[in-house]
Nanobody, 123 residues
């Protein structure tokens, strides 16, 4: 069982930055691939970024490349999402997810996910 808790969300002006964190309680955190997803009101859940167990491979939604960076610290059982040049349309609840299959993670078929943290970008 993996328990995920996100933090770092908040209100930020357009053009600003935020760093989200996702702390995982797992006996073998390094055995899980991790991802960030987001969901805005009235919209479907959207893939943001994913990182493999070692941190050596990452994937991003095309629209977010260059602005968002995913990273992880296996010693701290934590995955991060650095968000820069934020836009109003980035407003959403951001959730992290974990799975032992990278393919399943990218296909939204992950086994574990957190409650999410709200990110609101004002104009």
């Amino acid at each position: 069982q993996v328990h995920l808790v996100e933090s770092g969300g908040g209100l930020v002006q357009a053009g600003g930055s935020l760093r989200l964190s996702c702390a995982a309680s797992a006996p073998t955190f390094s055995g899980y691939h991790m991802g960030w997803f987001r969901q805005a009101p009235g919209q479907e859940r959207e893939f943001v970024a994913a990182i493999d167990w070692s941190g050596g491979n990452t994937d991003y939604a095309d629209s977010l490349k260059g602005r968002f960076t995913i990273s992880r610290d296996n010693a701290k059982n934590t995955v991060y999402l650095q968000m820069t040049s934020l836009k109003v349309e980035d407003t959403a609840v951001y959730s992290c997810a974990a799975d032992q299959s990278y393919r399943k993670l990218l296909r939204f078929e992950y086994d574990f996910w957190g409650q999410g943290t709200q990110v609101t970008v004002s104009s």
